[in-house]
């Protein structure tokens, strides 16, 4: 079976750098996506990753380590309207995603 | 905007109705697919279509049918439901490029609630 961890709660300052973190145990593996949801709004992209290493979109970027089964979210220059929950998905074969349960970020003034 | 729209954005049916939701979705894409979102628990993928056939199908009661009558249409109709039915459902879609990096793109989904 799918097997997808990441924290349930992350607090933080605006201003400051939150990492989240996502570990995984899959049968397949065809990328990993990170997706952003607003309380009652629909999940939104942020990324794809596929092979090892960093990719930096802005304030976001998101980290992979296929033989570790790891990825990360980095989040910079927190904003109040990046409290939201933070969705690490992995892809098995060519439609399957499977979900963690998400990672809520609350930011503090 | 995702481009993705859902209907209604709230239903309450009792266990006896027949409901049906409905996503249409702007972007030209090809696949289409259905999750259910409960409370604390990941994202679960119920039904995936792709160009008007369907192409997975998780485990899902009979009691929740998918119809996908062109590639901008999707339909879950839904029957006899039960109270831990309740949740959020939600419609995605995506361009069917037949690899890895074809991202989903979400509708706001339709919160339901099973009396």
């Known amino acids: 079976g799918q097997n997808i961890d990441q924290p349930t709660e992350m607090t933080a300052t605006e201003g400051a750098i939150v990492q989240i973190n996502c570990t995984y145990q899959t049968s397949g593996f065809n990328g990993l996506f990170w997706y952003q949801q607003h309380a009652g709004e629909a999940p939104t992209f942020l990324s794809y990753n596929v092979l090892d290493g960093l990719e930096e979109k802005g304030r976001f970027s998101s980290f992979l380590s296929r033989s570790k089964g790891y990825s990360y979210l980095l989040l910079k220059e927190l904003q109040m309207k990046d409290s939201a929950s933070y969705l690490c998905a992995v892809k098995d074969g060519d439609y399957k995603l499977s979900f963690g349960a998400g990672t809520t970020v609350t930011v503090r003034a | 905007e995702t481009g993705v729209t859902q209907t209604p954005r709230h239903l309450v049916m009792g266990m006896t109705n027949k409901k049906s939701l409905k996503c249409e979705q702007h972007?030209?894409?090809?696949?289409m697919y259905w999750y259910k979102q409960s409370a604390k628990k990941p994202l679960e993928l119920m039904f995936v279509y792709s160009l008007e056939e369907r192409v997975e199908n998780n485990s899902v009661p009979s009691r929740f049918s998918p119809e996908c009558p062109n590639s901008s249409h999707l339909f879950l109709h839904l029957h006899t439901l039960q109270p831990e039915d309740s949740a959020l459902y939600l419609c995605a879609s995506s361009q069917d490029r037949g690899t890895g990096s074809d991202t989903q793109y979400f509708g706001p989904g339709t919160r339901l609630t099973v009396l």
């Open positions: 972007l030209g894409h090809n696949a």
